[in-house]
């Protein structure tokens, strides 16, 4: 025990009374990283056994956890001392009065009296700061590792003003700081200069202000001073270097600090760009200025757009004094105007056409880039079109002016007082100096009336000229009838007359040699729109074409002429017995010798009889047909023809005989013109004082059926009112005339009977090896008498009469087939029958059959056949058929 106090005080004496028992910590290394850090020492030489951090000179940092160097690594002769700390590495700070504690490898005991300076330590890395600093001053960030672990904490050693510091913000005692990110404030100053975090001065970072910025120039031409606008100029002027286009500038102030320079009396007659560059204490700015001396313009002139035109600017600095080959590049609205030469207060450019014209277009000229200016915003407006004067002759207006442009899109508008609707004309001729327009002036009712002029622009606004009033000098008419031969009247339209007419504007015509005139009516518009107006005037009496006449209204007298109506016919009456016809109508006019009459071609004006302005009357000829008839009066044709048709004849009636009643009632009448229509002259039969009724009608045939079956026929005929032929018709006894062949095919046996007045049938069959076949008859009926059905060589059987002219025709069919050559037809009529042999013939039917008509075309001999009629009376129907008289 008492050994042991004795070592203890020992121990403390030596520690107090040597002093300096364990040697400095010599380190050799270093090693770290964010979160370590080991130093490595000599391993036989005292080494680090914790650190005591001071935040100044005299106070340790009390709020420190505790912490110890591991030094028990010895690899060779180096030892290797790995620091370790409750807290993390970014709160290692302290000043450079921080204390190592060390020992001596020999013993335990720590002294911590070494300064940390001894040590190789951790030093900053990772460096990293927000900005830079303007020449006025600010706070940066700085980032990075060990900002803070030798020096501070609250000011940072620069080389900036000789080794002054700069004032570190926040408190470091706060274990919530973060001592890798500390904002510096940066007081205001120029240049370059170097961070020293380690107030041992090792490791000195460099840095400096920004760079000087130049925003915008102002020239102030009064004064010549011009203005640079920017940052980071200072506030000495002895460390700022100005340069025009790599001039320095000796004659400039700061005019504002940090943010203006202004350099003064800048003389500058030149134009176009300059580079400015600006260094303050030795820091050059990253970008250049370029600063313009503009062209100045004060007035524009204009061009027309379709002719290239030679655009006059005025203004100031247009051109380059020091180098006249420094030409600009001009716009004039989104069109280049090619430069042809300039002097400093006007340049000529030349303006390709420019179809759309334009208003307002705004111009630059541009110097080397610099964009003039244009205080008086003045601009380009294509040529507007000008009217000077206008005159109208021989139906044409030519109008006087400038800048019409291309006729193409361009319009006249006519318009005044009477002149209803604008007119608008765009067919016009443009001279190719567009100074003067021609087109046809269209039809006006008055003679004065206003004009302008449109240049359309398919882009902007159109350009309208001014407005010119015109005259259109000569009176213009125009006839628009032919007056009748008498009491006619001639209809004039009258153009380009006064507007609005006076109540004395009365118009007359004088026509031919005349020595009086004729008043016509007061000029009026027929519609209220009307484009013109009409007046009537009374014409005499004449013939023909080409009237000479004179028109005279006011004092204006115009020669024209007028052609008389044309004769036409409206109707014809014939007289009694058809002697004579006379036609009424208009335009006759009253004397033969001026009067032609045509008759189906033939000059047949010797017969006329009477004439006069509406009635001719002219003799009928009986080799007359029906056929058209023209006339001319005094040379002027019909407009269109009058058909003339003559009543009908009647030449009789023509039934067998002139008795017999064909085929159950049928009554042929003939004769010519029997279609004429209309009650006067209609063809009409009537038997037994009965009305037939029509069955076949053309001009030269007419077949009635009467309804009547009395056996006798009174029948008699009439053309209107008036009695034609008439005969007594008798019914004849039944009678066969025509038997021929049987035919007999797998569909059955048919025969066609031919006869007269075979309409009372009442029984057909045919008898066949004792068996009955019936028949069932249709008649069928020829409708002309004389017609021959078959030809003179039937087969008959013997007993029969060869008679050759049949008007009745029995068509009989069954549908059975009879398997022989020959039997007897048996037909049965009310008053009595008749029988016959006849032979059976087999017809083939056809091997490809055209169905309907194979039957007719399998029939031999050229032969017409019965059932063919009903074809027959069709075509009777159809056509004009010709019988014999
Ligand atoms: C050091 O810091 C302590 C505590 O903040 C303070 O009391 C002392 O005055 C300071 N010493 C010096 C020399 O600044
Ligand atoms: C530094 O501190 C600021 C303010 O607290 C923070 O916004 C920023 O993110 C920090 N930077 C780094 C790198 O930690
Ligand atoms: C500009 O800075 C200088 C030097 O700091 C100072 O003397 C002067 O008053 C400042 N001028 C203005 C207008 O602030
Ligand atoms: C700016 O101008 C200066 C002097 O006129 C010149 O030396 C420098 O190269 C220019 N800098 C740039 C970025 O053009
Ligand atoms: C109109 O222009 C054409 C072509 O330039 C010229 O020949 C003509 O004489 C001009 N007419 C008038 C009336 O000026
Ligand atoms: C120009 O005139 C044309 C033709 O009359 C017309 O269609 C067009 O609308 C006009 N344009 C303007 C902007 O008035
Ligand atoms: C041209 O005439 C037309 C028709 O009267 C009119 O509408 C238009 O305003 C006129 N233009 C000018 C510029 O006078
Ligand atoms: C027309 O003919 C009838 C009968 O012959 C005759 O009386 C009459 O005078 C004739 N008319 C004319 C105008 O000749
Ligand atoms: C009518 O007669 C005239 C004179 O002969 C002739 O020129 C004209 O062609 C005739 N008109 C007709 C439609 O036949």
Redesign the pocket.
Known sequence: MEKKIILLILFLFSIFKSGHSVGRPMSVDVIFDEKSFSITFESFRSYPTRLILYQNETTPRYEMAPNYFNCSLVIGNRRHCSFHSDEPFSRLWGSIESKVCAREVSSPVEECSFDLSSLDYPFVTNLKYSNKPKTSGGDIVITGNYLRSRGGPNHILTTFDYMTSFVVKGNFSDPSFDCNNITVVVP?GSGYFEFAFDETGDNLFPFSYESPKISSTFFDGGYLILSINGDNFF??KSLVEVYFDDIKQTNFI?S??HTQIQVNNVNRPDLGPISISVKVNEIPAEKNYTHCFPPLIISVSSVSNYSDGIVTIQGDKLFSTLNSSFTPSITIGNKQCTYIKSNTNELKCKLDPNQNGGKNLPVNVNFGGCNSINPHSVTLTYNTPTLSSGSYSNGFVTLIGTHFGKNEESFVQLYGNGINDNIKIDQLNVSSDEKNLTFKLPLLRCSTFNINFTRVKLVGSNMTSNTISISASSLLINVINRPNLSNGSLNIEIYYMDCPISSSSQPSITVGNSSSSTQCSTPSLQYSNSSFYVTTCSTPYGTGINKQFIFQLNSDTISDEYSYAPPNIENRKFSKGQYNITFYGNNFGNSISYIKVYFNGNDISSEILTLTNNQLTIKTLNSYENGPINITVDGIKMESLFNLKFPPVIYGIINKDNKTIACGGFITVSGKNLLSNGDEFKVKVLANYKNTTIIVQNEKILIVRADCKESQLSVSTYIGEDLGPNAILTYLKPMITVIPTIKNNKDGISISVGGVSLSGIIYASLVVSSTNVSLSCNLQCSLSPNETLYDSNPKLSSNETDITNSTDCLSCHSNSFVNETSGVLYLQFSSTSFHYDVKIEEIQLPLSPPSSNGRSSKLSGGQLQVFQLFVLVILLVLSSFTINQ
């Open positions: 205001p506030t000495d700061i504002v600090n």
